[in-house]
């Protein structure tokens, strides 16, 4: 008998060495009763529950998903994210592992699958998790507290892919399963077993409007604009209004609409008012070819086929190559000079990202090498930095810098004196973005092109400059039909089989400044939908559905 017991924990022992074995790394253990009797369980919490505080009575079972709420998963798992992809792939080491997989969620409503996501290699769990040793992890779907995580941007595809659309009022079950995937080098996916899941019901409740959120909003006084009188389908923009506040439309701060130089709309939405200044990110780009324009204009510089070796002694640089002497302004205004830059490329050495921790933005820029793959001026690319190549030219070249000159030919002839710009490390106006106005301000701005760059009889910007801007400079790769001009985008609507072809300064969030070619119109779209899936396909949404409808009899 004795012997039969030492050979069962033999035996015993032998498997748990031989598990144990079979993991890369050695990882946290499982430490408490909590964590022992939940393993392999996705729980639902009201907000960041410490771990050392979190008990079962705190699991939820149901929740009401309000627009702004704090519902949050923590998941118990027996082994580590890095374990996991290990069995996957015996044969890669731990940092090739992190750099080639995750974990993949896959989202049910009712029983019915929903969306799949195979999360980013980079996405991690903050100070809730370690993928190399951590056993559980905490992450928000959604919060009220102006969290930041990868995990929310995913909630929010969740939503846009089918979630939003099966969400409707009453009570569904949502069930999230979470198992672990490896691309190869051919990014074919690999996907593990079932790590954990769980479920909860979700209360869905439509908010009730009232007539005051609905009505169009009377234009106060002194707006320094004329009122137009056009006749327009108001109960299109009570509708607009509708959906901007039961949250269908969501984020969206003001919508201004000049017809015919006029104003004839001015909406305010989420606490915003005429007063608030609107940080619209990229969209402050454009000024830099408007400053540009006005410098030519000026003599201050020649014209936009100067080329950096004008500006720059470049052998000052790293990465001196003649190839960079040959960098027009016209390739930074259209995007497309030969610089090893893009922001579309998270693991380009010129994304903006890498540019905003250094102490000068503009060494950073003329130190990057040259594409190889890359002739200045043959392919659009979008590249942050070159824009601050662009503010640095007009600084060094305008009397009393960027900020000034702006000040004095562009902002006081329009009668703006409400704005708030951001700065690079050396202090000059930073053209990369987040100019701040307020939205009439805005439109100011945007009618000027519609004029020709002529506001209240005087030429501010270059009629010939204007031309340049608003044309079909580059085309932008993989949208049909759509193009970049110097700093402006180029896109066309389609409504009632007519198609309006409109250039517009866009940023971040869904922020769009849109100016309609063939008709007498400008649309101020202002928006904090930061980083969000979709925010500028809702801002063609309010113009599509929304704002030409109200307009063009149909």
Not at 73 to 88: E, P, Q
Not at 189 to 199: F, M, S, W, Y
Not at 332 to 361: C, H, I, K, R, V
Not at 388 to 411: C, Q, R, T
Request: glycine share 6%.
């Amino acid at each position: 008998m004795i012997k039969r017991i030492f050979l069962v924990l033999i035996l015993v022992f032998s498997c748990i060495v031989s598990a144990q074995s079979n993991d890369l790394i050695k990882t946290d253990g499982i430490k408490t009763e909590l964590h022992k009797n939940n393993i392999g369980k996705i729980t639902f919490m009201n907000g960041n529950i410490p771990l050392d505080q979190y008990k079962e009575s705190d699991f939820l079972k149901s929740f009401e998903l309000k627009r702004k709420s704090d519902l949050n998963i923590r998941v118990f798992m027996d082994n580590s994210v890095t374990n996991y992809l290990h069995k996957l792939n015996p044969d890669l080491t731990a940092e090739k592992l992190l750099q080639t997989g995750n974990l993949q969620f896959s989202f049910y409503i009712d029983n019915n699958f929903i969306y799949k996501e195979n999360i980013n290699y980079g996405c991690n769990f903050g100070s809730s998790g370690n993928k190399n040793t951590s056993t559980t992890f905490r992450v928000p779907l959604t919060s009220s507290k102006g969290e930041d995580w990868w995990a929310m941007y995913m909630w929010d595809r969740f939503k846009l892919n089918g979630g939003e659309k099966v969400l409707t009022e009453g009570t569904h079950k949502l069930k999230i399963e979470i198992r672990p995937y490896l691309k190869n080098d051919n990014n074919d996916v690999t996907t593990g077993e079932l790590i954990a899941k769980g479920e909860i019901q979700l209360i869905i409740k439509t908010p009730r409007l009232t007539a005051k959120q609905i009505e169009i909003q009377p234009i106060a006084t002194n707006s320094d604009w004329e009122l137009s009188n056009f006749s327009f389908d108001k109960k299109k923009i009570e509708k607009l209004n509708n959906d901007i506040a039961n949250y269908s439309l969501k984020e969206i701060t003001s919508v201004v609409v000049i017809y015919d130089k006029k104003l004839l709309l001015e909406e305010y939405f989420n606490d915003a008012n005429r007063n608030t200044l609107h940080d619209t990110r990229s969209a402050g780009k454009s000024f830099a070819s408007t400053l540009m324009g006005i410098a030519i204009k000026d003599g201050h510089i020649k014209n936009e086929n100067q080329t950096l070796n004008n500006f720059y002694n470049l052998k000052e640089f790293t990465n001196y190559e003649a190839k960079k002497d040959s960098v027009k302004i016209r390739d930074l205004l259209t995007m497309s000079s030969a610089f090893d830059g893009s922001d579309q490329d998270g693991d380009s050495p010129g994304n903006e990202e890498n540019m905003y921790p250094t102490d000068n933005w503009v060494k950073f820029t003329l130190d990057l090498p040259m594409d190889n793959s890359k002739t200045n001026g043959g392919k659009w690319d979008y590249f942050t930095a070159g824009t601050i190549l662009l503010g640095d030219i007009i600084n060094k070249s305008v009397p009393d810098g960027l900020e000034k000159y702006a000040d004095k030919m562009l902002f006081k002839p329009l009668n703006i004196t409400n704005y708030q710009w951001q700065y690079t490390p050396q202090k000059v106006a930073n053209t990369a973005g987040s100019l701040q106005m307020t939205s009439l301000d805005y439109a100011k701005y945007a009618q000027l092109y519609k004029n020709k760059g002529i506001w209240k009889g005087q030429q501010i910007i270059p009629a010939d400059w204007i031309q340049k801007t608003l044309t079909h400079q580059i085309q932008i790769p993989e949208r049909e039909n759509q193009f970049y001009g110097f700093l402006f985008w180029n896109k066309t609507f389609t409504f009632n089989d007519k198609n309006y072809e409109s250039y517009y300064c866009a940023g971040n969030g869904g922020n769009e400044f849109i100016i309609f070619n063939d008709l007498p119109l400008v649309i101020i779209i202002t928006s904090k939908a930061y980083n969000k899936p979709y925010a500028h396909a809702q801002a063609d949404k309010i113009v599509l559905d929304y704002i030409l409808p109200s307009i063009i009899k149909q």
